[in-house]
């Protein structure tokens, strides 16, 4: 399967790590391309403002992983929500992982070696990237806290690593909220994403007459190959905006 050309009438939501960023040792050690920034702009710029990252990480993250690009963008899985306009919507705290739960998983790994336990405003993230052998014991751990059935929070099975949120967030939801505003409502939503998460965005992508474009199916797992079909669709974008006849004279 090859990715579909841009075109002007599309919005985008692209999943940050394993999508737009190489999968890192450890999630602080990502390398962003020093290019992306101004490309994500571009974009953004020639699709009137309907890009967003939606990404597990939080917004301030995504931030200043991205800096000086600042635009929509969904964070933690859809927890936190910021609008064209800088709204920003966040679910209340009482919806976040207790305090116990923390304690007990840096208490747990802190025998694991390699096993990193990464703090979210509303949920947790488990890193075994660096031990996959404690994969079961990680696994057995948040279970343990989050049975299947449990009412508010649920596991986030990620790329070696397994995360506690709050059910109520999804990256679908994230995708049908923005998808209701300006200036992605009446958009065809393209969702790239390349993890277990993604399915949900690109399920909402789908109902909004969209498409869904899997990292590994459609650009062999690798980012280096979406952001080079970015790269392409800013040519084309810009090529239309400038071959594009003046309104009202017919084509
Ligand atoms: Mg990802």
Redesign the pocket.
């Known amino acids: 399967m090859t990715p579909p050309d841009l075109d002007r009438t599309n919005a985008l939501f692209l999943?940050?790590?394993?999508?737009l960023l190489e999968i890192a040792p450890t999630p602080e050690s990502v390398v962003v391309p020093p290019n992306l920034p101004g490309l994500l702009a571009s974009l953004n710029a020639l699709l009137g403002g309907a890009v967003a990252i939606v990404?597990?990480r939080s917004i301030a993250v995504i931030d200043s992983l991205l800096a000086p690009y600042s635009a929509s963008a969904a964070g933690e899985h859809g927890v936190a929500l910021r609008y064209q306009d800088g709204r920003v919507e966040e679910m209340p705290k009482g919806l976040a992982v207790p305090d116990e739960w923390r304690e007990v998983l840096r208490g747990a790994t802190e025998r694991w070696p390699g096993v990193l336990v990464e703090p979210k405003a509303h949920g947790v993230a488990v890193h075994y990237r660096l031990a996959p052998d404690r994969s079961t014991e990680v696994w057995r751990l948040v279970r343990g806290l989050v049975p299947q059935d449990h009412s508010r929070f649920h596991l986030i099975p990620?790329?070696e690593a397994v995360e506690i949120g709050p059910r109520a967030a999804s990256k679908g939801h994230a995708v049908e909220r923005l998808m209701a505003q300006a200036p992605f409502r009446g958009r065809r939503p393209i969702f790239v994403?390349?993890?277990f998460?993604?399915e949900a965005g690109m399920e909402a992508a789908r109902q909004f007459g969209g498409e869904g474009l899997r990292v590994a199916e459609v650009f062999g797992g690798d980012p280096a190959q979406v952001r080079a079909w970015l790269s392409r669709g800013v040519e084309l974008l810009s090529n239309r905006a400038a071959s594009a006849p003046p309104l009202g004279v017919p084509s």
Do not use: C, P, Q, V
């Not at 999943?15 to 999508?19: H, I, N, Q, R, V």
């Open positions: 999943d940050l790590d394993g999508t990404s597990g990620a790329r994403g390349d993890d998460t993604d």
